[in-house]
């Protein structure tokens, strides 16, 4: 089967991201740089999928045919959708979000992070679009992308966007670096009291405390959280 990790057609420049589509349709410059694809609907199904799934070695057509069962026309626009949520690298190697969208407790910290990543403009316009209904979320659509409210387009999107949010946890903000390790395993605060020396002239003492926030990478192997806690303790206890 054909490899679908670089089926892309769209409007050419930076500011174009259609996603999916006929081959040979002309393509239309949207703005602002806000991906959809032409079928959510199997998009949606693909990240359902995606859960239940083993994760491949290589998201590839043969897997999207052959495990999550979509292929054709429907399947051409997911691999470059799961780029932009950076779930898959751009030679089709699933990422840790990827796999952390597949555990249940990281699930709705990883959508919410793939959703930032794909819709950055729309974020950076409003820190809490995802929480948003879906009026705001559509005039937002139309506010950035230029098109009317009416057009085909803007469906697309609001339901590629909307496709992604329903497994978010709307309570939560994204990550700062939604690409780096999250918090699933814990965050982890530490106050160290310093050194305390006299000041000049009898003015009483000094205090220093340093407050530490570790985020432990998401491993079932324990030698790494023994060389963190070792580094920590030769270095900085």
Request: hydrophobic content about 35%; cysteine-free; glycine content about 10%.
């Amino acid at each position: 089967m054909a490899d679908l990790s670089e089926a892309t057609t769209g409007a050419s420049g930076p500011d174009s991201t259609e996603i999916g589509g006929k081959v040979g349709e002309k393509k239309r410059e949207i703005k602002g740089g806000l991906p959809y694809s032409t079928s959510p609907g199997s998009f949606k199904k693909s990240l359902d999928g995606i859960i239940t799934a083993e994760r491949p070695e290589r998201f590839s057509g043969d897997f999207l045919a052959t495990i999550l069962k979509i292929s054709g026309g429907s399947a051409r626009p997911i691999p470059p959708m799961l780029k932009k949520m950076n779930f898959i690298t751009s030679d089709g190697t699933p990422t840790d979000l990827y796999s952390k969208f597949k555990s249940d407790s990281a699930r709705g910290q990883a959508a919410l992070d793939g959703l930032k990543n794909a819709y950055g403009e729309m974020f950076r316009r409003n820190d809490f679009i995802h929480r948003a209904d879906e009026n705001v979320v559509r005039d937002l659509i139309v506010e950035i992308t230029g098109l009317k409210k009416s057009d085909n387009i803007i469906r697309m999107i609001y339901q590629t966007f909307d496709a992604i949010r329903s497994f978010s946890d709307k309570s939560a903000s994204p990550s700062q670096d939604s690409g780096s390790v999250g918090l699933s395993n814990g965050d982890i605060n530490s106050d160290l009291s310093g050194s305390f020396s006299p000041l000049p002239n009898g003015q009483g003492r000094l205090g220093l405390s340093y407050h530490i926030n570790i985020v432990l990478p998401e491993t079932e192997n324990i030698a790494v959280f023994n060389a963190i806690f070792r580094s920590l303790r030769e270095n900085i206890l």
